[in-house]
């Protein structure tokens, strides 16, 4: 089957961006929770190095993990950065003591946010920021015009959103220039799936209308939720191909939409090199109709 091997986001504006197609989320660099520094500090810092040494140049953020846990982490491991190296952060949340998450979105929040992210990744500028969107759309224009306006200030390259419906990706589609969506997605949550802050989002919509507009979707806990919903379909893939259930959830990701870039995230260097492996997967259309 077609399984392109790089992406391009933004590939209609001045400035398009050309990365590999197996991205990496470092969400799990943090401690329990997604809070605090890592139990295993040096292996965190040496999977970032390895995903430079074995080609990754797509790593994805948020100064509210941890809090500020990985974008420290990736500074260390592997700053002054490579040219062709791709750091996409989002915005739009914080952390309350207690570990929950809460909206932090109005445009002087968004603002902070901005300016926190680009000092702790020693950053003049960061190429792509995801507004992502918790519990509501309060305020939804509002938070996209402050996008729009550090955009114009030179502190963001390029815009995405993250945790969105399809009615909330069109409005801010009609607002200005909108390169990616990161939402939930993966082989066992693609239809009306619960987001992590309880709203419904349709996944299958949100890829329809990123294929029609050569848009990147970057999946998250894809495969998080796949662990939960074990499925024996997965399973059978997995076995035809000598593979693990991880490896054959990542493959199908890759090969569902030429749109998608997806960014498994792990805290092990062992599982790290084994989700590697998954972009030498090919599977055929029989695998794929089977699996759907």
Known sequence: MNNPKTITIAGKSNHPITVNRLGYGTMRLT??????????????????????????NFLDTADYYGEDVTNRLIAEALYPYNDD?????????????????????????????????????????????????????????????????????GKILHIGVS???????????RMGEIVTVENMYGHAQRHSVKAPYGETRGAEDILHICEQHQMPLIP??????AHQKK??????????????????????????SPWMLPIPGTSSLKHFEENLEAVNIDLTEEDMAYLD
């Open 31 to 56: 401690g329990e929770g997604i809070y605090g520094e890592p139990p295993r500090r040096d292996e965190a810092l040496e999977i970032l190095r390895q995903c430079i040494a074995h080609g990754i």
């Open 220 to 225: 998250f806990f894809s495969l998080q939720t």
């Open 231 to 256: 499925d024996e379909r997965i399973a059978a893939i997995a076995k035809k191909y000598h593979a693990t259930e991880a490896q054959i959830n990542i493959a199908w990701l890759l090969h569902r």
């Open 85 to 153: 190296l791709v750091i996409c952060t989002k915005v739009g949340g914080a952390r309350k003591p207690d570990k929950s998450w809460i909206p932090f979105n109005k445009p002087e929040n968004l603002r902070s946010s901005i300016e926190n992210n680009l000092r702790t990744l020693k950053l003049d500028q960061i190429a792509l920021v995801h507004f992502r969107v918790i519990h509501s759309d309060k305020g939804f224009e509002a938070s996209m015009e402050a996008m729009f306006q550090m955009q114009q200030e």
């Open 163 to 173: 945790n969105v419906n399809a009615d909330e990706l069109e409005r801010a589609m």
